[in-house]
């Protein structure tokens, strides 16, 4: 069955226009998903984390983010060219996408940085999930020629602890992701990303190639760099 929109005309008249299912499902499609990796893209993954993150909040349930980024993304680029880099891209996301589960959120982020969104999933599932991925990508033949890792950043958002506001947005917030966009609402989306991102600095900070949990982390000494290094650009 078509689906009818009524608009108003300029004569004041009500028009109708058919819009068949084919044009409905592509425009659906145009503004949901990310065209180069075929993964969401970032705008409708933020309605879906506001979303578990409500039902999170609502029934108990534990919710995971794992923040994806590729290790030295822009030499692939420069020696390589964008097009190879294109490649890397969509490789990467077939890989994240092949090996999640169905209930599972994937989105790309930014320019290099994916996102998987686990529902009732534990910091510890998430961990071994993000691992997993990051051991296929290494060893992809394709990935393999370019020497391609990725660093990974994982949080939990349940059970809630309230965190505090200087510490999780001021002392790190010009080191979140590029490309990230406009800031997120919600008080409680902020902190999910605010772990996750920690985490992601502090694997790469710590080598590259590597997971993070946020519970996992040595927070203290870490926010004690990075303040540190805030303050010797000011």
Same mark, same amino acid.
């Given at each position: 069955?078509?689906?009818?929109?009524?608009?108003?005309?300029?004569?004041?008249?009500?028009?109708?226009?058919?819009?068949?299912?084919?044009?409905?499902?592509?425009?659906?499609?145009?503004?949901?998903?990310?065209?180069?990796?075929?993964?969401?893209?970032?705008?409708?993954? +933020?309605? &879906? @984390?506001?979303?578990?993150?409500?039902?999170?909040?609502? !029934?108990?349930? %534990?919710? =995971?983010?794992?923040?994806?980024?590729?290790?030295?993304?822009?030499?692939?680029?420069?020696?390589?060219?964008?097009?190879?880099?294109?490649?890397?891209?969509?490789?990467?996301?077939?890989?994240?996408?092949?090996?999640?589960?169905?209930?599972?959120?994937?989105?790309?982020?930014?320019?290099?940085?994916?996102?998987?969104?686990?529902?009732?999933?534990?910091?510890?599932?998430?961990?071994?999930?993000?691992?997993? +991925?990051? &051991? @296929?990508?290494?060893?992809?033949?394709?990935?393999?020629? !370019?020497?391609? %890792?990725? =660093?990974?950043?994982?949080?939990?958002?349940?059970?809630?602890?309230?965190?505090?506001?200087?510490?999780?947005?001021?002392?790190?917030?010009?080191?979140?992701?590029?490309?990230?966009?406009?800031?997120?609402?919600?008080?409680?989306?902020?902190?999910?990303?605010?772990?996750?991102?920690?985490?992601?600095?502090?694997?790469?900070?710590?080598?590259?190639?590597?997971?993070?949990?946020?519970?996992?982390?040595?927070?203290?000494?870490? @926010?004690?760099?990075?303040?540190?290094?805030?303050?010797?650009?000011?």
């Amino acid at each position: 069955m078509d689906w009818l929109k009524k608009i108003i005309g300029k004569n004041g008249n009500k028009k109708e226009i058919t819009l068949d299912a084919q044009k409905i499902a592509k425009l659906y499609y145009l503004a949901t998903v990310d065209t180069k990796t075929q993964l969401y893209n970032y705008r409708y993954f +933020l309605s &879906e @984390l506001k979303h578990e993150i409500a039902i999170s909040e609502r !029934y108990g349930r %534990t919710l =995971s983010l794992a923040l994806i980024d590729i290790d030295d993304f822009k030499k692939i680029n420069d020696t390589y060219g964008y097009l190879r880099g294109d490649e890397v891209l969509q490789m990467i996301a077939t890989i994240i996408k092949s090996n999640i589960r169905e209930t599972d959120i994937a989105a790309r982020f930014g320019g290099e940085e994916f996102v998987v969104l686990m529902p009732e999933t534990s910091e510890e599932e998430a961990e071994k999930l993000a691992n997993r +991925l990051r &051991e @296929l990508i290494m060893a992809d033949q394709f990935l393999s020629k !370019y020497h391609i %890792t990725v =660093s990974i950043g994982v949080a939990q958002n349940f059970p809630v602890k309230k965190e505090t506001p200087i510490e999780t947005k001021s002392l790190y917030a010009r080191f979140m992701p590029r490309n990230q966009g406009k800031e997120i609402d919600k008080e409680k989306e902020e902190t999910l990303f605010d772990k996750a991102n920690l985490a992601l600095r502090y694997a790469k900070e710590h080598g590259k190639n590597l997971v993070a949990s946020y519970s996992k982390i040595s927070k203290v000494s870490f @926010l004690a760099n990075i303040k540190k290094t805030i303050e010797e650009s000011n």
